[in-house]
Nanobody, 114 residues
Framework: QVQVVESGGGLVQPGGSLRLSCAASGSSFSRYFMGWYRQAPGKQRELVASMTAIGSTNYADSVKGRFAISRDNAKNTVYLQMNSLKPEDTAVYYC????????WGQGTQVTVSS
């Protein structure tokens, strides 16, 4: 039974930055596969960034060079640093944790607009 909670979303101007946080419960966090997904209006949910338990990362082509995923196992937390934000980054961002089962957070809204 793993609970996942996102925070850090909000309204930001184009070119700005945000840092999302995801706290996951459980005694085996260091073994979790962690990921950030997003869903924009009218679009399918897509993978933004992910990190395996051993630190391997993967990014969507649209965010490479702008976003960075990291994790702090001591705090059971994964982060998504988002820089040079664009209006097309506007979406609900969801945190994912995978271990013996799959767990999702409720999402945090990111809006990039002037």
């Amino acid at each position: 039974q793993v609970q996942v909670v996102e925070s850090g979303g909000g309204l930001v101007q184009p070119g700005g930055s945000l840092r999302l946080s995801c706290a996951a419960s459980g005694s085996s966090f260091s073994r979790y596969f962690m990921g950030w997904y997003r869903q924009a209006p009218g679009k399918q949910r897509e993978l933004v960034a992910s990190m395996t338990a051993i630190g391997s990362t993967n990014y969507a082509d649209s965010v490479k060079g702008r976003f960075a995923i990291s994790r702090d196992n001591a705090k059971n937390t994964v982060y998504l640093q988002m820089n040079s934000l664009k209006p097309e980054d506007t979406a609900v961002y969801y945190c994912y944790a995978g271990y013996s089962a799959q767990y999702w957070g409720q999402g945090t809204q990111v809006t990039v607009s002037s």
